[in-house]
């Protein structure tokens, strides 16, 4: 695939398929003009029906549901249909080396449902039968180690919550204002309690020379995907982790063993997790090279930039989720930072000129996604929206000019800059650069 | 006595849960991966050539395999069909507007084209190319990117490594905390942060988000 930010991608898929995206994108404007529910997944539009409303009494309340069981794995309800993550298809050449979106907009709390995790593969989904999976340990070590999945599992274990951030998240809007909604804007993170156990425990197994530096870390997908991981990292707090949830990892998630580095970059985070090798330097792989380093205005590129800087983002109000009402509104959003806890998330409803310091809640946790909210009155007035966020280390979220002035614009990676979304006096709402 | 101590034993009782360790002992996990299995999936390449195997390979073997396996993605040339990456051209593209980052205008080491290749592609078919394959479509990449001039080279074990890549010098360790200092420790600003506010952009308008000025349709 070329990059999700390559503007020959986009220029050439803008006259190919936009069928797709074209159904994503319009869902919140046909939110905006009905109660509806977006119709792409859920065929008809649902629409409401006074006969189950008070004074009347809904069949449901006289007769009897499905009994336990019905669904062996329970799914949301069918009035949820709408809630699903979506791909931008004219992006990228192929399916099997593409992305698909977290709809942050529908969520609320900290924790994204496994289901609903964004996808980015190199090679499709691997689909690895867990008594056939393998984990090698070779390189700078004592002994050269196999592991099955059974082993792995009788190594103590731990719980983390984290966010994982693509570091190509928000990449397309470099150059300003592209996509409408924080799904496709934003949806490259996801926020999940992973169980496993501390990749310390399992080197110290197999013993580390004195030189050992760095660690290779490879999936077992057709990407082959591998990215070089500091020894120190991988000591400090790096898990192989292989639940997430509570229950085993998903398939597009690196079932049945995947890397948790909380704090830096998607890419670090190998799936299908099936060798790590190590050394005592950087391997400078493909994926450390031409992808995921950072090309500046100068001509220079940033590499290792393993970091995810402190972001935030409104999600309520945002394109796809209008406001439909005056007088209450709670506006909501989440915040994170690779690099600790966020301390403080400012809103602001005029385009930056004036701020006020949202409410957060929830759990605050190092290196997770937090919630706020800002509850305000709308009386049909245009809004420029947007959040500012502030972690433990006095990082404050940059504007987007800000980032460009030491950036440029093709660095594709690592756009942490604020987001402007523009309220119009109709409720709807739209994705816009301000000055 | 006050609460005070006995919930800071808790807490660091919930520390030490939160983070085991083993004293250097070993549990005794897993075992040891014999030579043909470390072998058969030790397949990485260092930029200094640790990992390459025996083998040898021309630009025109390269080129004749290329035409088969790549070009139907990647181009003739290399310039990429449709939607599929390009891997040549650009040579000195870097400080445009719109960069075009390849093989040869992008990447720093030529052991990575052996090293990716042989994980990943042919997409679909991964891990299907042998050592002298691998030489030759490496050399016959470098020479679409004009990195190497020369139509007779013959790569192997001995020289891939040495091979100069025209972009190697400008890459270096992440410096934002030095390069974005004034991200850091900043009071922002809360009242009358500017006079005026300008819509400079919106994602109508550029049509990326395709036919969205014109009504919503929804299928």
Redesign the interface.
């Known amino acids: ?3 999700l930010t390559d ?4 220029r ?3 006259l ?1 398929s ?2 797709h ?3 994503a ?3 919140g ?2 939110a905006a ?1 009905s109660s509806s529910v ?3 997944s859920a065929k008809k539009p649902i629409v409401a029906n006074p006969k189950n409303q008070p004074p009347n009494v809904p069949d449901w309340s006289k007769v009897l549901g499905d009994g336990v069981a019905a669904h062996p794995y329970g799914k949301p309800s069918k009035y949820e249909a709408h809630v699903v993550r979506r791909d931008v298809e ?1 992006l ?3 399916r ?2 593409s992305v698909s979106f977290t709809p942050l907009h529908e969520l609320d709390g900290i924790i994204t449902p496994n289901g609903l995790c964004f996808e980015r593969h ?2 499709g989904i691997a689909q690895i039968n867990p008594l056939d999976h393998r984990l ?3 390189g700078l070590v004592d ?6 999945m059974d ?2 599992k ?3 274990r ?1 719980n983390r919550i984290c966010f994982l951030e693509c570091a190509a998240n928000s990449g ?1 809007e470099w150059r ?5 909604g924080c799904q496709f804007t934003h949806g490259m993170v996801h926020n999940v309690m992973y169980t496993g156990v ?1 990749l ?2 399992v080197l ?3 013993g580390l020379k004195p030189n050992a530096k760095w660690l ?1 870390l ?1 999936g077992a997908d ?3 995907m ?1 990215r070089s991981l500091p020894l120190e990292k991988a000591l400090k707090d790096t898990l192989l982790a292989f639940k997430m949830n509570g229950e085993a990892l998903r398939e597009e998630q690196g079932y049945p063993l995947r890397v948790v580095v909380p704090g830096w970059e998607g890419n670090l985070w190998v799936k299908w997790l ?2 790590i ?1 190590v ?1 005592d ?1 950087p ?4 994926e450390e ?2 992808k995921y ?1 950072d ?1 500046l ?11 995810m ?1 402190a972001k935030s983002v409104v999600t309520n109000p945002s ?1 796809q989720a209008p406001l439909r009402y005056k007088g209450a509104n709670v506006l909501s959003g989440i915040a994170w930072s690779g690099r600790g806890t966020i301390q403080r998330v ?1 809103v602001s409803l ?7 310091t949202a409410r957060i809640d929830g759990p605050v946790l190092e290196a997770s996604l937090t919630r706020f909210y800002v509850e305000f009155d709308w009386n049909g007035q245009e809004l ?1 929206i947007q959040s ?1 966020a ?1 972690d433990s ?4 979220q ?1 504007t987007r000019a ?1 980032l460009r002035k ?1 950036r440029g614009v ?1 660095s594709i990676y690592h756009n942490n800059g604020i987001q402007t979304w ?1 309220v119009r006096a109709n409720g709807e709402t ?6 | 006595m006050s609460k005070y101590p006995s919930l800071l034993v808790a807490w660091a009782l919930a520390i030490v849960i939160a983070t085991p360790t083993l004293a250097g002992k070993k549990l005794g996990l897993g075992r040891e991966a014999t030579p043909q299995e470390v072998a058969a999936w030790d397949i990485d390449v260092r930029p200094d050539g640790l990992g390459l195997p025996k083998g040898k390979g021309t630009v025109a073997q390269g080129e004749e395999i290329f035409q088969a396996q790549c070009a139907v993605c990647h181009g003739e040339f290399g310039e990429g069909k449709d939607r599929w990456p390009a891997i040549a051209g650009g040579l000195g593209s870097l400080k445009n507007d719109r960069p075009d980052k390849t093989v040869g205008s992008f990447w720093p080491y030529p052991t990575i084209v052996f090293d990716y290749v042989r994980r990943a592609m042919p997409f679909g078919n991964a891990q299907s190319l042998s050592p002298d394959e691998l030489y030759a479509l490496t050399a016959y990449i470098l020479f679409l990117n004009d990195v190497t001039k020369d139509p007779k080279l013959e790569l192997n074990e001995g020289n891939l490594a040495k091979v100069k890549m025209p972009n190697a010098a400008t890459f270096h360790d992440d410096d934002r905390e030095k390069t974005e200092k004034s991200f850091w420790n900043k009071q922002p600003c809360m009242k009358d942060c500017k006079k005026t506010v300008e819509v400079l952009g919106r994602a109508r308008v550029l049509d990326v988000t395709p036919e969205s000025k014109t009504a919503p349709r929804v299928d």
């Open positions: 695939m070329a990059d503007d020959r991608a986009i050439r898929g803008r190919t936009r069928r995206f074209l159904a994108g319009a869902a404007l046909v003009g977006d119709a792409q004219w990228t050449a192929s099997e080396s190199h090679g090698m340990i070779n002994k050269p180690l196999l592991f099955t082993d792995i009788r190594f103590p731990v397309m300003g204002a592209q996509l409408n501390p310390k425990l110290e197994e197999a290779l490879e057709s990407a082959g591998t099936r060798r090798k050394g330097q391997w400078h792989t493909r090279t031409s380093t090309l205005a100068d001509g220079r590129s940033r590499r290792f930039t393993y970091f800087d394109p400012d005029d385009g930056g000129r004036n701020w006020r420029m500012r502030m280390t006095g990082y404050v940059p800000d030491v093709n523009l739209e994705n816009v650069e301000v000055s």
